[in-house]
């Protein structure tokens, strides 16, 4: 499929990622997926997805460490990116918008809600 849009997910938990992966590739989505922090910085430069989809509580370098380092980088500073996560405090949403996120979900997600995101940051090609 041409144009497809391309949604980096990180997350340290493989089904979780699974989960996500299962809800987008069906509509058209094409997931790249890692399971580090490390490992997305090298992505997002690389890659240059549409949108990350980004954990919060990650071993070794959380997902705000991970969003200071994308933002501050030219190559990957325009890439939107929604945290992902089972902690739903209005302080950290604050944090992450302070940092650059553009949304926030609280695991566990929903298609519905997931999907909705997306939407909301990816237009219709």
């Known amino acids: 499929m041409k144009n497809r849009r391309k949604i980096l997910a990180i997350d340290d938990d493989r089904q979780a990622l ?16 890692a399971e580090s922090g490390e490992e997305v910085i090298a992505l ?10 980004l954990d919060v509580m990650m071993p070794r370098m959380d997902g ?3 969003l200071a380092v994308i933002k501050s980088n030219a190559a990957s500073k325009d890439i939107p990116v929604v945290m992902v996560t ?5 302080l950290n949403k604050q944090l992450a918008d302070r940092l650059g996120a ?5 695991k566990p997600v929903s298609s ?8 909301r ?3 219709i090609l």
């Open 86 to 90: 089972a902690v739903g405090y209005e």
């Open 102 to 106: 553009v949304g926030y979900l609280t």
């Open 18 to 33: 699974d989960l996500i992966e299962a809800m987008l590739a069906p509509r058209g989505y094409e997931v790249i997926t």
């Open 64 to 66: 705000y460490s991970v």
């Open 44 to 53: 997002a430069s690389n890659v240059k997805p549409d949108l990350i989809l």
């Open 121 to 123: 940051h990816l237009p």
């Open 112 to 119: 519905v809600e997931l999907l909705a995101e997306v939407a």
